[in-house]
């Protein structure tokens, strides 16, 4: 029996503008959907979902919070192969979901330049030091990979590494606050500096957090120094994995980790990749894997579903609250030529295993046309002459759907929300 009075079951003006806010403003992704289907006929609206999506409540409730009442601190965690490591796709749900819900910070940057591979546009790390660098398909080499899926390691107690962050458009992204995942023992002091020498922070080994550290600036920065210092006779090296970098605002940190060429085994076997995962505090992860799964000969549907699996409790092991998302991968050529069946077969185990595993799934393959659709990617001048990457607009397609549908799961949220 309600015994609630009438009168209190009344909502406030600025309560009903609020929930209706919270669900408006996302609406405008249908225009985007509308046009995006017009000028791409292969895209097929109705299958943009997140399927499963129940269990992404609890990241709905704090994306509501966030909207209506701006006190929430959200962190995004996406995993994925080279269609993640230039954050063409990543950078645009990255920018969404602030543009949105609020820009708590750039998030985690990886020293990929260092490593002598391509990195994303929006920040740029250099050292004045050659370093030893490797990313993480190199299962058998002597590096332990961390949060990024990359490792830079020197011994020259002189190491100098500069972090710059770049504006997205509107979205600043300077920072106060460093979290530094390196490799503790024996490893070189560090300390923070401006360009100018002028001493920021010092970095505090914290017997709490293995090989992570975390200290805050005394400016609000988009370019530091992280210098290496020997203080005695134990200390060799210096190996660094990565930093997440945070300003002081409410909102969404969107953490992209790509690394080129990556299968899900190799991250199971990166030594400290999973447990640092922990350390980003992700309220969603996101896993984007199964491109290089595909162009594995021969392609065993077996081995590949279990080392899926094994990720998935590995994460799972360290962030035992945070539901995953699985994504299939887009279609795309084996031999630059031929189609490539192996990427259908990738789609259904990942689609069976979210099934299986009560796991959501947004399936990019099948809202994308399916087996074959490659050909209308590259008809639209949306992938590259490789057959398997796409075109910078390619991406950002890809990106802007993933967050349609993420944003048609929340609206659905919301809308039968109690209130």
Partial sequence: MNNKSPKSEVRSPNANIRVVAAVVYCLLSNIYSLTAQTKYPFIHEER??????KVLDGFFEKLYQQKTNNNQRINVLQIGDSHIQADMLSGIV????????????????VPIRVARSNE??????????KCYGKRCVYIG??????IGGFVVKTSDDTAQFRIRT?????????????????QQDSSYNFSIEDTLGNLLASIQKDSSTRNVSTTTLSINTNDIILKAHRNDSSQNSATLYGLNLENDSNGVIYHAIG?????????????????QTQMLRPDLIIVSLGTNEANRRPFNNELTAARLDSLVKQLQKYNPNT??????????YYGRKYYNPAVSAMHVIIVDYGKEHDLPVWDLFSATGGFKSCYQWKKYKLMRKDGVHFSRAGYELQGNLLYEALMKSYNKYVSVRPQ
């Fill in 48 to 53: 943009n979902e997140i399927v499963g999506d």
């Fill in 94 to 109: 990255r920018s969404n979901f602030q543009t949105d819900f609020g820009n708590a910070g750039r998030g985690l940057v």
């Fill in 120 to 129: 994303p546009s929006n920040y740029k790390i250099t050292s004045n030091v």
């Fill in 141 to 146: 080499d002597s590096l332990d990979y961390g």
């Fill in 166 to 182: 770049f504006d997205y458009g509107a979205l600043n992204y300077s920072f106060h606050k460093v979290t530094l995942f390196y």
């Fill in 259 to 275: 690394v080129n060429g990556a299968e899900a085994f190799q991250y199971v076997q990166a030594k400290y990749f999973s447990e």
């Fill in 323 to 332: 539901p995953i998302l699985l994504t299939t991968p887009p279609d795309s």
